[in-house]
């Protein structure tokens, strides 16, 4: 009930509503965009194949069924979030790139179109892989030097469209309501869910097991809200202090260390990682020099066994939850943050003493949180396996990113309304 009444009161407050408007008109521009299809697609051949290959299937889930149509924005934004994977990892290997990001907003707005530049050549590259694969199984009537006009138009076509999401992306980041990409994803998912409901209707006649999915969706939503909302509070008293003239009382408060601050972060990254051996092999898998091809087939072979593939999402999903936590929430700067206004932890020496407690603190529930985000991301697709439901291996990923999504912007919505109550209070 909370969730409905934040959405009420949002949309009764002129500037939230404008927000949360702003978004809506940005889901239905890429929806729109989504149904403008590239020239010379054999749409029949198209629709066979992406019945029998998982791998297209999970890039569709990017694309938001944009590779489904073979539409503008058939890419999505997977070369994007391959370009903030490396910007990152850059961020933490190079002393000028990890200066800059200390740098406040300049440093921020610096990276972000490093990551922009970035993203262009990963499109590319994406694009004509895509293509090249397409036209190998007959969906493309033509692609190459030998009609270089359409090649040309197709690799400006689907790099545009990635661009042109992008950009979608970061207008809802910045004017709307959320994180513009993770909304991107989920818009698709949403867009996609009849379809998706209609196939496993059609395909599965047992009602055993259709019962036994909606059960375990319903389980694997709670799971996600109850782990997305826990949260370890550390006590912090602050102690009287002068400044100047005037004496400030001490107080107590808390830090919010959540069990999974990465939110879906992780699942994104895992599934671009994931996608990117498979996807480079699969062009290869015709080569004409044998060594290749045979290297090809086994990759491919290799993300096709549901054991090796389940375990190394798993891996992928618990170190990325890892890694996104590290990078969001340093210790060291908490602890010398506390220390500047009076602050300590009760029973806990200020300054490295706090960073250490902070750190060993955030280690132990972010396993937790790590585990658990990693369970719950292979469980459906293992159900999947056995079930034989192959519509559920797409449908725990997507339940992942949609309630994760949801969950943190109903958060941001509630952050900002408790904001502008307290702000009518000051008046």
Do not use: C
Request: proline letters at 4%; a positive charge.
């Amino acid at each position: 009930m909370g969730m409905f009444t934040a959405l009420i009161d949002s949309m009764r407050t002129p500037d939230l509503r404008n927000k949360i408007l702003f978004t809506l008109g940005m889901i239905v521009v890429f929806r729109f965009l989504a149904h403008v299809p590239l020239p010379g697609v054999n749409e029949a051949q198209l629709q066979t194949l992406l019945q029998n290959n998982q791998l297209l299937n999970l890039l569709d889930l990017f694309s938001g069924g944009g590779l489904a149509r073979f539409s503008i924005v058939a890419l999505g934004v997977n070369p994007y979030i391959n370009a903030s994977i490396i910007m990152t990892l850059l961020n933490q290997t190079i002393p000028a790139l990890e200066r800059l990001s200390k740098e406040g907003e300049y440093g921020r707005n610096r990276i972000n179109q490093y990551t922009r530049i970035l993203t262009v050549p990963l499109a590319l590259l994406q694009g004509i892989g895509v293509a090249v694969f397409m036209q190998r199984q007959g969906v493309l009537n033509a692609f190459g030097p030998s009609d270089l006009t359409l090649t040309l138009s197709l690799l400006a076509s689907l790099t545009a469209g990635t661009i042109i999401l992008m950009w979608l992306g970061e207008l809802i980041s910045e004017r709307g309501i959320g994180n513009g990409i993770s909304f991107i994803i989920f818009a698709g998912i949403v867009g996609r869910l009849p379809n998706t409901v209609q196939q496993t209707l059609q395909v599965q006649q047992n009602y055993i097991a259709l019962a036994a999915i909606a059960v375990i969706a319903i389980l694997v939503i709670a799971a996600i809200i109850f782990i997305q909302e826990g949260q370890r509070r550390i006590p912090v008293q602050y102690a009287k202090r002068v400044r100047g003239t005037r004496m400030y009382s001490g107080g107590s408060t808390f830090i919010p260390l959540r069990v999974n601050s990465a939110g879906v972060i992780p699942i994104i990254f895992a599934i671009s990682i994931l996608l990117l051996p498979s996807q480079v092999a699969q062009y290869f898998t015709t080569s004409e020099t044998e060594w290749v091809r045979n290297l090809s087939t086994g990759i491919v072979g290799f993300f096709q066994n549901p054991i090796w593939y389940n375990s190394l999402y798993f891996l992928l999903v618990v170190a990325f939850t890892f890694f996104y936590t590290a990078f969001t929430f340093v210790p060291n700067d908490v602890a010398d943050n506390i220390k500047r206004y009076g602050g300590f932890i009760p029973g806990i020496r200020p300054g490295r003493p706090t960073a250490e407690f902070l750190g060993r603190v955030v280690t132990r529930i972010t396993i937790a949180g790590a585990l658990f985000l990693g369970i719950v991301a292979v469980m459906p697709t293992l159900i999947g396996d056995i079930t034989q439901v192959q519509t559920l291996r797409l449908g725990g990923t997507s339940i992942l990113i949609v309630v994760g999504v949801v969950v943190e912007t109903m958060k941001q919505l509630e952050a900002q309304l408790l904001q502008r109550s307290y702000e009518g209070f000051i008046r």
